[in-house]
């Protein structure tokens, strides 16, 4: 089955949700598509032949039930775990012949304590063999295409998680990839950085309009962040639904109170809990 | 307020108390003045012993022994320890026997290598690099294993090879266990080479000295020599604490 057939099946059962279109759909080829993915942990099947299409040049959410292997879709696209079975292609092509950026929620452990910020951020470019010179250069546009105002001189440890989660962000973003992940990127910050890196992520996504997939266990912010939230039934997941939601970017405090924002939060939510007592 | 100001000096009150003591006992006469001599005679003759150049003399021979095990130690049981902690499998079937020689002790192997290298300095030095080196290896082995799944992830997910991961993150991963390593290493060398210096026909070193001036019951000297093997070992202990700062500098943050 694939996802604009599930996405139909439940439209049609409940009506007052906005129609999203198919991925797909208007002329746009999707990105990432997968097909026929399995993955099971010992008896757990988390995937059972999924079939989904990533639509391109948008941020796509995943919400769903607790350990109903949201992290576990990033992680196969961006070929942390090994599929069982399956196929992801990205605009036809292997993910070794593509350029990604991934983001890790534990930045204190992803990034390299050893190095400066400056080094951490240039270090994808030295995998790709980019001479010295001209990795300072690329970092250096990076930050100013950014215009973070961070000392990057500094060792990650001397920096707050908010800042650290930034430098492991342009850590992603130094080789100009076409993919972005992150998984669950803000939930160890407290509020305050929360708010900030949305605020960051959102500019970045506004001046690139690169392909994002973002896991997150808020839904408010899934609703907030997304273009569409993928929502992901209990183990074996499958797409509950694929929810636009087309609210102007920048999103604000204003988007919290409009009315298109809340109808989209409470249907993902009426869809959500469902699958959880299912 | 005044207590706060004199904080820094609490550790001395232990050495003040311990002098105190030591002195107290030997004004009294409550110990044979004979096995225990003042602490001013005491550090009279380590006076003397520095002044005269004997007892740096012995000093420096064993701290040459010690360093140079040490040495050996580590150059053989780094590279050693990165290459099992990289390949889990195979520090997994040498496990047993590392354990095992590494809860032997080392002062069992005398008479093997006194059969080996004869009454010298190479019988004593390799008698604690083997010490050390059991004591390194295991340390940087689980070093390189325990690295942080994370980092690991992270630098292949950037594109590193095998390699690259390697040397661009285990190696680094394991420099805080590398030097516990260490540090243990060198304290287990200068436990061997003294007790060596004792028994194995030496004629210098500070173990020589100690053994030498309790059969002459030269008591000062003795106490002179057993004070410098400590402070040779505090030293040490301290040099490679300050040696692991300045490399990782990230340690514990």
């Known amino acids: 089955m694939t996802a604009a057939v599930t996405q139909h099946a439940i439209r049609q ?15 746009k080829r999707p990105h990432v598509t997968i097909r026929g993915l399995s993955k099971r942990f010992d008896k757990a099947v988390i995937y059972d032949k999924f079939d989904l299409d990533i639509p391109r040049g ?3 959410t995943v919400f769903g039930p607790n350990g109903c292997g949201k992290s576990t879709l990033i992680n196969m696209i961006a070929g942390l775990i090994p599929l069982d079975a399956g196929e992801i292609l990205f605009d036809g092509m292997q993910l070794k012949d593509i350029k990604f950026g991934y983001v890790f929620q534990n930045y204190r452990e992803a990034l390299f304590p050893w190095l400066r910020a400056f080094d951490n951020i240039a270090y994808p470019l030295k995998m790709m063999k980019v001479p010295a010179a001209e990795r300072k250069a690329r970092t250096e546009k990076l930050v100013e295409f950014l215009g973070v105002k961070l000392d990057l001189h500094k060792y990650p440890y001397q920096m707050s998680g908010g800042q650290q989660q930034l430098v492991s962000i342009m850590r992603s973003l130094v080789i100009e990839p076409e993919i972005l992940f992150l998984d669950e990127p803000f939930s160890a910050l407290d509020y305050e950085m ?83 007592r299912r | ?58 000093f420096v021979k064993t701290i040459y022994r010690t360093g140079f095990a040490t040495l050996i130690a ?48 190479e019988t004593k030095i390799s008698v604690a690099a ?28 950037m594109g590193a090879s095998r390699m690259r991961v390697l040397f661009d993150v285990m190696l680094l991963e394991s420099l805080p266990q590398t030097f516990v390593g260490l540090r243990n290493g060198v304290s287990l060398a ?31 000297r003795m106490y002179a020599a057993i004070f410098a093997a400590g402070a040779l070992g505090y030293a040490l202990n301290l040099l490679f604490i ?12």
Request: hydrophobic share 50%; net charge negative.
């Open chain 2, 130 to 157: 083997f010490g050390a080196i059991l004591v390194i290896l295991f340390n940087v082995a689980y070093g390189v294993m325990n690295a942080r799944k994370t980092r690991l992830l992270a630098a292949k997910v």
């Open chain 1, 58 to 60: 948008e941020l796509i």
């Open chain 2, 242 to 253: 300050l040696a692991e700062r300045s490399f990782v500098h990230w340690g514990g943050k």
């Open chain 1, 194 to 276: 929360t708010l900030f890196m949305r605020e960051q992520l959102q500019r970045l996504f506004m001046q690139t309009k690169m392909t994002t997939v973002l896991v997150s266990h808020d839904l408010e912010e899934a609703v907030y962040l997304a273009d569409r939230v993928l929502l992901l039934s209990r183990y074996p997941a499958e797409v509950a639904d694929f929810v636009r939601y087309d609210g102007a970017w920048p999103r604000t405090d204003e988007t919290l109170s409009d009315p298109e924002f809340i109808r989209t939060k409470s249907h993902c939510l009426e869809v959500f809990q469902r699958e959880v």
């Open chain 1, 13 to 27: 059962e409940t009506p007052a949700v906005p129609s999203s279109p198919a991925v797909g759909g208007a002329g």
């Open chain 2, 190 to 220: 200068l436990v061997i080479i003294v007790v060596a210096e004792m028994f194995i026909g030496s004629q210098d070193g500070l173990g020589h000295s100690v053994f030498e001036a309790q059969q002459l019951f030269d008591m000062p």
């Open chain 2, 74 to 121: 580590a150059v053989i049981a780094i590279p050693l320890g990165i290459i099992l902690g990289a390949a889990e499998r195979l520090y997994r079937s040498l496990e047993f026997v590392i354990d095992f020689f590494r809860s032997t002790p080392a002062s069992a192997m005398f008479p093997l290598f006194l059969v080996l290298f004869g009454v010298g300095d």
């Open chain 2, 1 to 58: 307020m005044m207590a706060r100001r004199l904080e820094p000096l609490l550790p001395i009150v232990g050495v003040v108390a311990l002098l105190a003591i030591w002195w107290l006992a030997t004004f009294n006469q409550w110990v044979d003045p004979v096995l225990l001599p003042s602490p001013g005679v005491a550090f009279g003759s380590f006076w003397k012993g520095i002044n005269d150049g004997t007892l740096g003399f012995d």
